[in-house]
């Protein structure tokens, strides 16, 4: 498969994965590049399996998941244990993704990532 | 305060443990009862990585859990006992018949189980599983996160628990 038929996968819980996939259709038009995969009602095996059937599939080289914690970061982990190749973001959120879809650069996305989370309080009137 | 949840759930260490009751409950530590993990260095990283600092992770065999469940019992953090499946609780709870409840926290689906819940899939060995324990006069409920109703056993075995 060539680097350009390829897809990264964007996993995690509920509609996490499908909810940024098509935020990033909406604000790039660059959907193509993903595969969304959610972990509902899933056991960790089948988490798993369903990760590496998708990575199979679409000659898939990283994955973006939501939590550290997670069930599919778990999942990717014990993945990564025999493809040792395939690269891990975890944490991700739009920012993240949409500078990868963008770009293509994973360090530079997750670089942007970080930057983008921010806390804004609006100043209050003495 | 002290070891408060014993928890069966397919996931172990995943968002709903550490974060949907880590979170509200303040876990201060995890014992997770395993023997395949209990002897892993690699599977016992693994679920180091996914638990946040101020939270600790301990791992057990059955055996060395029911050892040390009075040492857990007498921490002064909460903490949460977790196993991957009906068969590893019940064994530590015939080590330890002291642990009085059970929960239920995720059992999903895989060939030859039947819906029970949203998140409770159980062939008919596991449900007997779960009598069993019942029976020996443990409280078996069912409740993924704190915010959900724990469901009783038998509520959840007529199919009435949450969907």
Not at chain 2, 67 to 88: H, K, W
Request: glycine share 8%; net charge negative; hydrophobic share 45%.
């Amino acid at each position: 498969m060539t680097s350009e038929g390829r897809r990264a996968i964007v996993a995690g819980h509920g509609t996490f994965a499908a909810g940024i996939v098509s935020a990033v259709e909406q604000i790039a038009g660059r959907a193509d590049r993903f595969v969304a995969l959610s972990n509902a009602g899933l056991e960790s095996g089948a988490i798993e399996s369903l990760l590496r059937e998708a990575i199979a599939t679409h000659g898939a080289t990283l994955i973006f998941t939501d939590l550290p914690a997670g069930s599919c970061t778990i999942a990717a982990r014990r993945i990564q244990r025999d493809q040792p190749d395939l690269v891990l973001v975890t944490g991700a959120a739009l920012p993240t993704i949409l500078s990868y879809a963008c770009g293509g650069d994973v360090i530079k996305a997750a670089e942007q990532g970080r930057a983008a989370l921010m806390v804004i309080e609006a100043k209050r009137d003495a | 305060m002290t070891l408060e949840i014993f928890r069966i759930d397919d996931r172990l260490v995943h968002g709903q443990v550490v974060v949907g009751w880590g979170q509200p409950c303040a876990l201060g530590f995890l014992v997770l009862v395993d023997d395949e993990v209990a002897r892993s260095e690699w599977e016992k990283e693994l679920y180091r990585m996914g638990v946040p600092p101020e939270m600790e992770i301990v791992f057990d065999s059955v055996e060395s859990a029911a050892l040390r469940l009075p040492e857990y019992r007498a921490d002064a953090r909460v903490g949460m006992l977790l196993t991957g499946d009906i068969d590893t609780m019940a064994r530590l709870v015939a080590a330890a018949p002291d642990i009085r409840t059970v929960t239920v926290g995720g059992v999903h689906h895989k060939a030859g189980r039947v819906p029970r819940s949203r998140y409770v899939f159980l062939t008919a060995d596991e449900e007997a599983r779960l009598l069993e324990l019942a029976a020996r006069g443990v409280t078996v409920v069912a409740q993924d996160v704190p915010q959900a109703a724990a469901t009783p056993l038998e509520v959840m075995l007529r199919g009435e628990g949450p969907t």
